[in-house]
């Protein structure tokens, strides 16, 4: 099969019946500025597991063929390069989701030799291969495009204000405008690390899709899937009840809440309170950890410095202050009344409950 934009895949991939792709490659490209911390993340999502979809134990999923350096059988070099190497030609044997892990950073700001990151050789000059190279010459082939962790969607830590590399997130560097083969914009899973259910999570949707079983998936406007980014850190969190009743920590300590400490949750776009961190266990704020956005195009300058209040958090906890502190006197006194038994549950000859059947005379 020849795509629009000529790639060519050698092997029969719409043997599905619903006009799907029957077979997948995943090809997954962690040499961005990044600590590598998404593919560790990944390793520990169990909804499901990426083991679990690559053995085919997903019902309705492509078979998929993954091609990630900490998951990899092989010992590295040439035959871990090989699919990487076809994709790039427009050879690959199947059509592929490339994942994109880490920042991008500026090649043109380097004058004269030199490079930021790179992924294997030049095999005709023996040059090292930047990850810049390998963008141009991979995403016109790609079926998909994702970008996992907040460095490859939005910059993250290497792109803060002053860094020296230039560096930037995958839409940054391919436009916002961007489409795959599949006429998919870039799907951006952010968080530092990802929350790894989040991603595998988007991830199955993509194969879903690729299969010909789901729509593709709703993003928002910075391309984050909607059903995962669509509520703020606040509105999930396990403290809520103390922001609102005007009840804050004044060091991290407390069980309450974290705003005049630096959580940043009341307008952070993130899930991780609802799900935790693995196996649902953790989140942030509930277990003592004030947001810092890491989520957030924003992110981390917008944040910090961290630990300080946040302007907004000051202003809306004054506010709430005095509607709280009323509310929370209120319901202490409610609280005492509900907390007692009723005076009629004894164990005495008369029936003191208040019965009174209308029948009687
Ligand atoms: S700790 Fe943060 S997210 Fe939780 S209630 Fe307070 S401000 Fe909101
Ligand atoms: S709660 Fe805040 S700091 Fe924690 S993962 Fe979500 S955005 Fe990041």
């Not at 390793?43 to 078979?63: N, R």
Request: with cysteine.
């Amino acid at each position: 099969m020849t795509t629009a934009s000529g790639t060519r895949h050698t092997s029969e991939h719409s043997a599905d019946g619903r006009g799907g792709i029957g077979e997948i490659d995943i090809l997954w490209i962690s040499e961005g500025m990044s600590c590598d911390g998404d593919t560790v993340s990944m390793t520990a999502a169990d909804q499901p597991a990426i083991e679990d979809v690559v053995q085919g134990l997903i019902p309705g999923l492509p078979k998929i063929n993954l091609y990630n350096k900490v998951l990899s059988p092989t010992l590295g070099g040439e035959e871990f390069l090989a699919p990487f190497r076809a994709a790039a030609r427009g050879a690959s044997r199947n059509p592929f989701i490339l994942v994109i892990e880490g920042s991008i950073p500026n090649q043109n700001i380097i004058e004269g030799d030199g490079y930021w990151t790179s992924f294997g050789n030049d095999e005709d000059t023996g040059e090292p291969l930047t990850l810049n190279w390998w963008l141009d010459h991979l995403t016109p082939h790609a079926w998909a495009v994702v970008a996992i962790g907040t460095c490859a969607t939005y910059g993250g830590i290497h792109a803060m204000a002053g860094n020296p590399t230039g560096s930037m997130g995958l839409a940054d560097y391919l436009g916002w405008d961007y489409t795959s083969q599949a006429g998919l914009p870039i799907v951006n899973v952010p968080g530092c690390p990802v929350q790894p259910e989040n991603f595998m999570e988007t991830l199955t949707w993509v194969l879903y899709h690729a299969a010909g079983a789901a729509p593709p998936p709703p993003l928002d406007d910075k391309l984050r899937p909607q059903w995962l980014f669509g509520r703020t850190v606040h509105e999930g969190c396990d403290r809520a009840a103390y922001y609102e009743q005007g009840d804050f920590a004044k060091d991290y300590n407390s069980p309450k809440c974290q705003v005049k400490v630096g959580c940043w949750g009341p307008v952070v776009n993130c899930n991780v309170p609802k799900r935790g961190w693995m196996a649902g266990i953790g989140g942030c704020p509930n277990v003592g950890g004030i947001c810092i956005g890491c989520t957030m195009p924003g992110f981390p300058d917008a944040f910090m410095p961290f630990m300080d209040e946040p302007t907004g958090g000051s202003l809306s906890a004054t506010l709430i202050r005095p509607y709280g502190a009323f509310i929370r006197r209120m319901r202490g006194i409610t609280n005492f009344a509900v907390n007692q038994e009723p005076k009629w549950r004894h164990n005495e000859p008369a029936l003191t409950s208040g019965y009174d059947p209308h029948w009687r005379s």
